[in-house]
């Protein structure tokens, strides 16, 4: 399922029309850069760490952002690379839905668990 965000994104920006780099023989990068720093709006997929994709700033994820990873899904405020901010973190049989601090769960937030 495309999330609002993702949809306005892709109606913004096409893969193709972004420039690449291939960061290494694992991981490749759609997006712009500064000095070899992804800055702005980029697209990153990594073999392990999986999909990153939202705004960039000093090669770190900041702002919006959406990772996708085999074993979850976040969606969500990046500050410096981490989850800060609201964010919805979701993973078979567990969701988490509240706000976060420099990359841990933090303050009001909402956990739902399904149990066979």
Same mark, same amino acid.
């Given at each position: #399922?495309?999330? /609002?965000?993702?949809? @306005? %994104?892709?109606? /913004? ?7 690449? &780099? =291939?960061?290494?023989?694992?991981? +490749?990068?759609?997006? /712009?850069?500064?000095?070899? =720093?992804?800055? &702005?709006?980029? +697209? ?7 999909? #990153? ?11 919006? !952002? %959406?990772?996708?990873? %085999? &074993? ?7 500050? =410096?690379?981490? /989850?800060?901010?609201?964010? =919805?973190? @979701? @993973?078979?049989?567990?969701?988490? +839905? !509240? ?10 937030? #909402?956990? @739902?668990?399904?149990? &066979?």
């Amino acid at each position: #399922m495309v999330t /609002r965000f993702e949809k @306005k %994104v892709l109606n /913004r920006v096409r893969i193709e029309e972004l420039p690449y &780099d =291939k960061r290494s023989d694992d991981e +490749i990068y759609f997006g /712009r850069q500064d000095s070899g =720093k992804r800055t &702005d709006y980029g +697209i990153n997929i990594h073999a392990v760490e999986g999909i #990153m994709s939202g705004h960039y700033k000093r090669d770190k994820l900041n702002g919006e !952002g %959406v990772h996708i990873h %085999v &074993d979850y899904t976040y969606q969500g405020e990046y500050s =410096k690379g981490k /989850r800060h901010g609201f964010g =919805k973190l @979701k @993973k078979e049989g567990y969701a988490y +839905i !509240g706000n976060w601090t420099n990359g841990l769960r933090d303050g009001k937030g #909402m956990e @739902k668990t399904e149990v &066979d």
